[in-house]
């Protein structure tokens, strides 16, 4: 029990410093480049995305603790790899959008990002309902 706690605690901390690290990289970029941006009207405020990436990347942390570390179910592989690919692609994203401007390739990541979310759904609910 003491180790899952400990485990979890990691998974936490480090998808939060992922968090911090990603958010430092995109904060040089938001007053001068993001703010020029045309954008939706339908584009949230600035503060919330702060709440919202750390809400985020906690319930990002749990599912990836539950997939890698809590269960040990062998049927279970194909979620962790695309989990994985799919954190990948999500800390991607932000230097390529904020640091280095590429915005088709970015939109690129984004509908991967959705297209692996979609068959991680489906692909875990047939093994782990309750983690889909």
């Given at each position: 029990m003491k180790k899952n706690i400990l485990s979890l605690i990691l998974w936490l901390t480090s998808?939060?410093?992922?968090?911090?690290?990603?958010?430092?990289?995109?904060?040089?970029?938001i007053k001068d480049w993001y703010q020029s941006l045309i954008k939706s009207p339908l584009t949230p405020p600035d503060i919330t995305f702060g709440i919202v990436w750390t809400i985020l990347y906690?319930?990002?942390a749990l599912i990836g603790w539950s997939l890698f570390t809590k269960d040990k179910q062998h049927s279970l592989q194909?979620?962790?790899?695309?989990?994985?690919?799919?954190?990948?692609?999500?800390?991607?994203?932000?230097?390529?959008?904020?640091?280095?401007?590429?915005i088709g390739s970015a939109l690129a990541i984004?509908?991967?990002m959705v297209l692996l979310n979609a068959l991680f759904f489906f692909v875990t609910i047939k093994v782990k309902p309750k983690l889909a």
């Open positions: 998808f939060q410093l992922i968090g911090a690290f990603m958010g430092m990289i995109t904060k040089s970029n906690i319930l990002l194909m979620p962790r790899v695309i989990f994985a690919v799919q954190m990948l692609l999500n800390w991607l994203w932000s230097p390529v959008f904020f640091y280095y401007h590429f984004i509908l991967l």
